[in-house]
């Protein structure tokens, strides 16, 4: 994969004003600092598109960083991702030096709600939502009962995770579980993640976490080498998931769903206590905020609490929300309208009311410089809503 032709744009469209020293982001990037280039940060959240590299409107130059994957062996979209990198104050232009990938979720599925859009696995509870990928499956209607499936996404309440990716895999894989750390028994070394009990005395901690730092509230994400029996799982590794930086002042994006609300003064999204009283809302009206709603926030740590001066509402619970997903570069392995690639993404741009500006759709071939944006992708596809052939 060519590491200059990434584009990661993490599903948070949110920007900070310039502040002192560093910054971080979840569900985005976000590192600034006034002196004109941040002091570093990092942004957790699932790629929306692939050209150049985007996180929160900064434009990366990543031909330099790290790429680690744990779970794939190319990021794709959907797929949730750490990067870690600096920005310039105006959180137009930045330099990542580390992008690392890991499943939040792997195993068989135990039961489906398609009227409710979830399906279980892991005793976890799996929402989806418009900008839920699917790949290996058309969506969610077209999974069964014991498939195996990869999932990337955003933890929620305990026991839930909202899908930004699914993956229909061809054979059972071992399991990954993420989650809020419930029930910590530190005499029989258990806890519970949704309703499977995860025992962890012979686990290896790792990402800097101990044992002994287990706490109730925790996310964490879990390994085994065997199934779960009997709803407990014998944990081969656990490790931190996405921690938030607590010291005063420090520059904070989330991506995530809102959990513990009881107003707009006091609510918490990835497990961060959040003031959202004097913040900017767009995408919908503040009313509409609540528990299980999915926002892009962005503001300052103050003795814990996150106060943000922008929220935007990404998905409501019963009423949606806007999806888009964009590729920028050229056309390879064309063979029809309906069957070619960008970055190595599968496109099909034949449907009728595709929408071509600079060109027609004659004009499509290898090697054709093309901007696509389309708003869902099914079986792998990104399914073309415009085409801009660029110079």
Same mark, same amino acid.
């Given at each position: 994969?060519?590491?200059?032709?990434?584009?990661?744009?993490?599903?948070?469209?949110?920007?900070?004003?310039?502040? *002192? +020293?560093? %910054? /971080? !982001?979840? #569900? @985005?990037?976000?590192? &600034? *600092? +006034?002196? %004109? /280039? !941040?002091? #570093? @940060?990092?942004?957790? &959240?699932?790629?929306? %598109?692939? !050209?150049?590299?985007?996180?929160?409107?900064?434009?990366?130059?990543?031909?330099?960083?790290?790429?680690?994957?744990?779970?794939?062996?190319?990021?794709?979209?959907?797929?949730?991702v750490k990067v870690t990198g600096t920005s310039s104050a105006d959180f137009s232009t930045g330099v990542a030096s580390q992008v690392v990938s890991a499943a939040d979720l792997r195993g068989s599925i135990t039961a489906i709600d398609t009227?409710?859009?979830?399906?279980?696995?892991?005793?976890?509870?799996?929402?989806?939502?418009?900008?839920?990928?699917?790949?290996?499956?058309?969506?969610?209607?077209?999974?069964?009962?014991?498939?195996?499936?990869q999932v990337y996404g955003l933890l929620g309440a305990p026991g839930s995770l909202r899908a930004?990716?699914?993956?229909?895999?061809?054979?059972?894989?071992?399991?990954?579980?993420?989650?809020?750390?419930?029930?910590?028994?530190?005499?029989?070394q258990s806890f519970k993640l949704g309703v499977l009990t995860v025992t962890y005395g012979s686990a290896n901690f790792v990402g800097g976490l101990s044992k002994v730092q287990l706490a109730n509230g925790m996310k964490v994400r879990v390994r085994s080498n065997t199934n779960p029996?009997?709803?407990?799982?014998?944990?081969?590794?656990?490790?931190?998931?996405?921690?938030?930086?607590?010291?005063?002042?420090?520059?904070?994006?989330?991506?995530?769903?809102i959990t513990d609300y009881a107003g707009l003064s006091s609510f918490k999204v990835l497990g961060t206590a959040v003031d959202a009283s004097a913040a900017q809302i767009t995408g919908g009206p503040g009313s509409a905020i609540g528990n299980?709603?999915?926002?892009?926030?962005?503001?300052?740590?103050?003795?814990?609490?996150?106060?943000?001066?922008?929220?935007?509402?990404k998905h409501i619970p019963g009423t949606g929300g806007p999806a888009s997903f964009n590729l920028l570069g050229t056309v390879g392995a064309f063979s029809s309208p309906?069957?070619?690639?960008?970055?190595?993404?599968?496109?099909?741009?034949s449907a009728a009311g595709v929408v071509f500006s600079n060109g027609v759709v004659g004009d499509l071939?290898?090697?054709?410089?093309?901007?696509?944006?389309?708003?869902?992708?099914?079986?792998?596809?990104?399914i073309a809503d415009t085409v801009t052939f660029n110079p």
């Open positions: 994969m060519n590491k200059n032709n990434i584009f990661i744009g993490l599903a948070l469209s949110l920007a900070l004003t310039s502040c *002192g +020293g560093g %910054g /971080v !982001g979840v #569900g @985005g990037v976000l590192a &600034g *600092g +006034g002196d %004109g /280039v !941040g002091s #570093g @940060g990092t942004g957790i &959240g699932p790629i929306t %598109g692939f !050209g150049s590299i985007f996180v929160n409107g900064v434009h990366y130059d990543i031909s330099n960083a790290t790429m680690t994957l744990d779970d794939a062996t190319s990021l794709k979209l959907g797929t949730t009227v409710a859009g979830t399906f279980e696995s892991q005793g976890s509870t799996v929402s989806v939502d418009s900008e839920t990928v699917f790949d290996g499956v058309t969506g969610l209607a077209a999974l069964s009962i014991n498939d195996s499936v930004s990716r699914v993956e229909k895999l061809g054979v059972a894989a071992l399991p990954v579980v993420s989650g809020s750390l419930e029930n910590l028994n530190t005499t029989a029996g009997a709803g407990v799982l014998q944990a081969t590794q656990v490790q931190p998931w996405y921690d938030v930086p607590q010291p005063n002042g420090t520059a904070v994006n989330l991506a995530g769903i299980g709603v999915k926002v892009e926030i962005s503001g300052l740590m103050n003795n814990g609490v996150l106060v943000i001066g922008k929220l935007k509402i309906a069957n070619f690639k960008v970055q190595g993404q599968p496109v099909d741009a071939k290898s090697g054709a410089k093309v901007t696509i944006v389309g708003s869902h992708v099914v079986n792998g596809v990104l």
